[in-house]
T-cell receptor
Framework: KAGVTQTPRYLIKTRGQQVTLSCSPI?????VSWYQQTPGQGLQFLFE???????NKGNFPGRFSGRQFSNSRSEMNVSTLELGDSALYLC??????????????FGEGSRLTVL | DQQVKQNSPSLSVQEGRISILNCDYT??????FLWYKKYPAEGPTFLIS?????DKNEDGRFTVFLNKSAKHLSLHIVPSQPGDSAVYFC???????????????FGKGTLLTVNP
């Protein structure tokens, strides 16, 4: 069974540009979450999508946005990039179980560097 | 305000000994706790979890203990192996996560180094 796939794995942008990251969840998983990991800050929740609807949103500015398609694939976009946006962006999907335990399956991440 | 805290940024132990990683939380609405392991250049992988109705869960060499009154949980690895060297994240979910268990609140992680 293929895992969570994120593209691109690495990218470099300059301040003011915008970036779009893509995530394909595990087949059958309908919930997709995005997290930002920076040194010293751990993983911080960005947002979560289920059936093309944003169900949860973290405390990030409006420059961070996302969407989910009918096939559960998700994209996140960051506009007007700032140096502080340099981070590893992780996508995770959740199985459609009734337990709602919060167990997530993570991709390998997209490493964004803003110069 | 950090709701999940891992106060030890790093921990070093000898192979074969016990590794104990600690985690504290502040939000009493959390009802499910998880540990994830992360190697460099890889995404976090789920390790073990515990529901708030239990105080212990064991899976092979890994045991998680939950002390609800102290809002504290710990991960024990016995015996520790060099392959266990990684960053370990504590995470919590529940109504305290904004009403949905699909949002995890993570600690900042503890780097475990197991020396041969």
């Amino acid at each position: 069974k293929a895992g969570v796939t994120q593209t691109p794995r690495y990218l470099i942008k300059t301040r003011g540009q915008q970036v779009t990251l893509s995530c394909s969840p595990i087949s059958g998983h309908r919930s997709v979450s995005w997290y930002q990991q920076t040194p010293g800050q751990g993983l911080q929740f960005l947002f979560e999508y289920f059936s093309e609807t944003q169900r949860n949103k973290g405390n990030f500015p409006g420059r961070f946005s996302g969407r989910q398609f009918s096939n559960s694939r998700s994209e996140m976009n960051v506009s007007t990039l700032e140096l502080g946006d340099s981070a590893l962006y992780l996508c995770a999907s959740s199985p459609p179980t009734g337990a709602n335990t919060g167990e997530l399956f993570f991709g390998e991440g997209s490493r964004l560097t803003v110069l | 305000d950090q709701q999940v805290k891992q106060n030890s940024p790093s921990l070093s132990v000898q192979e074969g000994r016990i590794s104990i990683l600690n985690c504290d939380y502040t939000n009493s609405m959390f009802d499910y706790f998880l540990w994830y392991k992360k190697y460099p250049a890889e995404g976090p992988t789920f390790l073990i979890s515990i529901s708030s109705i239990k105080d212990k869960n064991e899976d092979g060499r890994f045991t998680v203990f939950l002390n609800k009154s102290a809002k504290h949980l710990s991960l024990h690895i016995v015996p520790s192996q060099p392959g266990d060297s990684a960053v370990y994240f504590c995470a919590a979910s529940g109504l305290g996560s904004g009403g949905s268990n699909y949002k995890l609140t993570f600690g900042k992680g503890t780097l475990l180094t197991v020396n041969p």
